[in-house]
């Protein structure tokens, strides 16, 4: 069965530092991956998505993401983070022909001024 | 101009009692879905609903009954409510033939006493 694993429960960073989350997924067909994000209180926003073609995918608010298959990961990054990023970071992966998403248990962002 | 609505954004109920979400999305999209995050912020889809007809039911207690009247409505009505369905719901819409991005409503945060 597919899984999605995102080790980093919670991260401090500091504004303007970079950032990468980390997330490794198990599935044995080519995965359709996407990151979403969850502000407090809020629903689900999605910041970007891969299907195929080129392995860095650009998404909204500056965010970036790279699959890498011989890893299994799709990490999240970004070279400058804001005050505004805190939230919850969720990794997903859309398995089989009925379009479930299976996300992972998220990392939640703290950001320090 | 919301994509994907829900109502109502909070819910309180005592236990045992009967409620319903309602889900609206005007994005034109063929296949509507229920998922639930549990206190750990953890997402886990419950059904799935392709031009109304049902094609994703994650072994959820039968308590549960989500209802598509149309396309654009995927309502959620649940009986015998217990202390462990205390959660958030978020209603999600995508066009399965076209894409494969899954778009989420604002939640809807059910509290059981």
């Known amino acids: 069965a597919q899984s999605v694993t995102q080790p980093d429960i919670h991260i401090t960073v500091s504004e303007g530092a970079s950032l990468e989350l980390r997330c490794n997924y198990s599935?044995?067909?080519?995965?359709?991956l996407f990151w979403y994000v969850q502000s407090p209180g809020q629903g689900l926003q999605l910041l970007l998505k891969?299907?195929?073609?080129?392995?860095l995918v650009q998404g909204i608010k500056g965010f970036e993401a790279e699959f890498k298959r011989s890893q299994s990961s799709f990490n999240l990054r970004k070279p400058s983070v804001h005050w505004s990023d805190a939230a919850e970071y969720f990794c997903?992966?859309?398995?089989?022909?009925?379009?479930?998403?299976?996300f992972g248990t998220g990392t939640r962002l703290q950001v320090t001024l | 101009d919301t994509a994907v609505s829900q109502t109502p954004k909070y819910l309180v109920t005592q236990m045992g009692n009967d409620k319903s979400i309602k889900c609206e999305q005007n994005?034109?999209?063929?296949?509507m879905y229920w998922y639930k995050q549990d206190s750990k912020k953890f997402l886990k889809i419950m059904f799935s609903y392709n031009n109304k007809e049902l094609i994703i039911n994650e072994t959820v207690p039968n308590r549960f009954s989500p209802k598509s009247p149309d396309k654009a409505h995927l309502n959620l009505h649940i009986n015998s409510l217990e202390l462990g369905d205390s959660a958030v719901y978020f209603c999600?819409?995508?066009?399965?033939?076209?894409?494969?991005?899954?778009?989420f409503g604002p939640g809807t945060r059910l509290l059981v006493l």
């Open positions: 599935y044995g067909a080519t995965p359709y």
């Open positions: 999600a819409s995508s066009q399965a033939l076209a894409g494969e991005t899954q778009y």
């Open positions: 994005l034109g999209h063929d296949t």
């Open positions: 891969y299907f195929s073609g080129d392995t």
């Open positions: 997903a992966v859309r398995t089989g022909t009925a379009s479930k998403l299976t």
